[in-house]
Every structure is written in C-alpha cells, then in structure tokens.
C-alpha cells in the first residue's frame, strides 16, 4: 500500500511553483485568499496537521502549542526568524521546528544598504517632492543637503550571515564597519572587513554615526536598544533596523529624534505589526525616518528558495531524517 501523504496546512499564500510543488507531493490544505488565520483557526489548523507551515504572521505560543493534535510532529517556517514560535514548548511536546536561514541573506542586506543609503542622503524625502502638489523650483546649491555616508562609522549590532552581508557593502561604499555580537568572528572575516569588534555594546554605540540592527529577536535582545542606550548614541546618529523592530524601543526612539536628539531611522519592522507607531508615521511625514512595510526579503527569488527549503525540510522529515534546518533552543 502506498504511503499516506502527510497533511500539510500552510496559513498563507505561497510562491505559485511553490504552492503546485507542495499539492504534488503532500496532502497540502492552502490560504487561497491569503488571510492571517485567526486564533481559532490555528488551533483548528494545529489540531488537524501533520506538518504546519506558517509565517511570521502566525503566534504559535504555548497556548496554541497545548491544543496541538497527536499528528502535529513538525513546525516548518516560511521565514528565517522564529520569534513567533515558541519553540522550547514545540521541542517538549515532540514537535520539530524548522526554518529558512540562508536563502534571504542577500536580499535582506540589500535592503539594509538601501536604508543606510536613504535616510541620511534623504531619498524618500526627494521622491515625494515630486510627486507632491508642490512644484519643483529648480537646482539650488542649498537645497536637499544630506550627509555623507562614506568614511563614517556603521555598528552592526549582530554579526551573523545578514550582518556580514550588510558589513560586505558597507564597505564598498566607504564605511568603517564596526560591530557588536555574543562571539567574535574569525579573524580572516574581521581582517577582510577590515572591521573592530566591541565586546561593550554601550562603548559601540557612543562612537558609531549608524548603527544597524541585524540580530535575531529572542528574550535577551528584546529592547536591547533600549531608552538608556539610544541615550548614549551621537546626537547625529542613525538607526536601521531590518531584524525585528522588538529589538528597539520604539517610543523611545520617535521620541529622540522627535526632539533631535538622534538624526533619524531607517526601519523596516516595528514592534506591533502590522500597526506603525503614530510618532513613527508623522517623523516619516517631516522627512525624518523612512519606513518600509517588512519588505527586506521580499524578492521573488528569495519566496521561491524559501519555499523550497519548506519542502527540503518537510520531505527529509517526513523519510525520517534530520531536517536540514532543524531550529533548537540553543541556537536562539
Ligand atoms: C520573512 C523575516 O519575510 O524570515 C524572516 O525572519 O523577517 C522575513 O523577511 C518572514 O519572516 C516570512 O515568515
């Protein structure tokens, strides 16, 4: 007798090859109108599954966790982060994690450099000049004056595959990289980026004019830019974050450059998405932050190897092997 197809629910909509791939070879249930799933429905979803596919749009907490069914044996995320999973609870119920690390590297970097590049030399601010009601008066040699970005100081916050990434750029255009994380990296890596470790986050964070946020969120790194330490940046300094926006204090931060006591931010996540703090949305109206919408991995290609590592994951699982991209506590 062939071998029963795993069943497989995917809370969002996928990648269209990715979705046919995953109706070929597994028993796959999908959002076709693409909406988040409410509680109820992934309690319905959890209790049901074999294998769960969700996004970073899904909380599966321990509460969830508690109403899994018998079948549910693997959790494998669409998406590199998994602070939307509780995952010690997962491991002790018997349920497998899994993720994407690797695919949205470079993606999510470029988006980083992008930021780095926009707030200080005022590109979202430029654009909408025009294409505003206002016209255009003409070249001044007064008018739109950023700062320069080269040969300033970038901390990264977080030196992993993206950080490294965003290091690599940034150095192409001239910044000395700075960083702060748990470990050192290798001394080759640190020598081809020329970069200078900072064992004390505070004392990185006093000298830097940019400082970009590229660690995961985990307990430990939950407002770990804190009101205290954006205290301690250059009145002239800027903030990117593409990592998760519960790594910064979100208030603490409009309020500063609210009151110019930091420069500006780039920030392409917030603390309580899908909702944008207000404060953030009126400096982004004065030309004082940009925000993006979550937008770092979002390329067709990076959807695309996202959604084949979900099948990698899923069908070394389902053989009885490891998974490739198995996520244990130790790791966050
Ligand atoms: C993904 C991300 O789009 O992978 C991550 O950690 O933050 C995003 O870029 C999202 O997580 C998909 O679940």
């Known amino acids: 007798m062939p071998k029963k197809k795993p069943l497989v629910v995917v809370t969002r909509r996928l990648p269209e090859s990715v979705e046919t791939r995953m109706r070929e070879l597994f028993d796959t249930r999908l959002n076709d109108d693409d909406r988040p799933l409410s509680q109820a429905e992934l309690v319905a979803a959890v209790k049901t599954a074999d294998v769960l596919v969700p996004t970073v749009t899904d909380r599966i907490d321990s509460a969830i966790l508690s109403q899994a069914g018998e079948n549910l044996k693997l959790i494998a995320n669409f998406g590199n982060g998994v602070d939307h999973i509780d995952v010690a609870t997962a491991l002790a119920r018997g349920i497998t994690v899994t993720n994407t690390p690797g695919v949205l590297t470079e993606d999510t970097a470029d988006m980083t450099m992008a930021l780095i590049l926009a707030v200080p030399r005022r590109l979202a601010e430029g654009s909408t000049i025009l294409t505003s009601d206002q016209e255009w008066q003409g070249w001044s040699p007064t008018w739109m004056l950023g700062h320069r970005i080269s040969n300033k100081r970038l901390g990264i916050i977080g030196m992993g595959r993206i950080g490294t990434a965003v290091a690599r750029r ?41 400082v970009s946020v590229n660690c995961p969120h985990t307990p430990a790194t939950y407002h770990l830019l804190s009101a205290r330490r954006l205290k301690l940046l250059k009145k002239d300094a800027y903030i990117v974050n593409t990592a998760r926006g519960e790594i910064v204090d979100e208030n603490a931060l409009a309020r500063m450059i609210e009151a110019d006591e930091l420069a500006g931010a780039g920030l392409d996540v917030f603390e309580h998405e899908p909702a944008v703090n207000p404060k953030l949305v009126k400096l982004a109206r004065a030309g004082k932050v940009v925000l993006l919408p979550h937008m770092g991995s979002a390329t067709i290609e990076g959807r695309n190897d996202m959604g084949d590592k979900v099948i990698v994951n899923i069908r070394t699982f389902m053989d009885g092997h490891r998974p490739p991209d198995r996520v244990l506590p130790s790791m966050l």
Do not use: C
């Open 170 to 210: 940034a150095k192409a255009f001239g910044l000395q990289i700075h960083y702060h994380n748990r470990r050192r990296v290798a001394p080759e890596l640190e020598e081809a980026l020329e970069a200078t470790y900072w064992e004390s986050l505070d004392q990185m964070l006093a000298r830097m004019h940019i």
